[in-house]
């Protein structure tokens, strides 16, 4: 098994993070009245294989509904 580089996976997790920063602010800019947290998760999802995506949606959504119910 190939050994990862902290310092490199944390140089590219910090540069997609800028990345994923400058995109939600482009979109909020277009579209200022959105959510900054959902712009920010569905471009996220926007990066995922499909069914992945669909996982994770579903999650969210149940959590959401659970929240507003108990919440």
């Keep these: 098994m190939r050994q990862r580089n902290p310092a490199t996976s944390s140089s590219q997790a910090r540069r997609w993070a800028v990345r994923l920063t400058a995109c939600v602010e ?8 959105a959510d900054p947290d959902n712009v920010r998760h569905t471009l996220i999802l926007l990066e995922q294989p499909p069914l992945e995506r669909l996982q994770r949606s579903l999650i969210r959504g149940r959590t959401a509904a659970l929240r507003a119910t108990f919440g």
């Design 26 to 33: 482009q979109v909020l800019a277009a579209h200022p009245d």
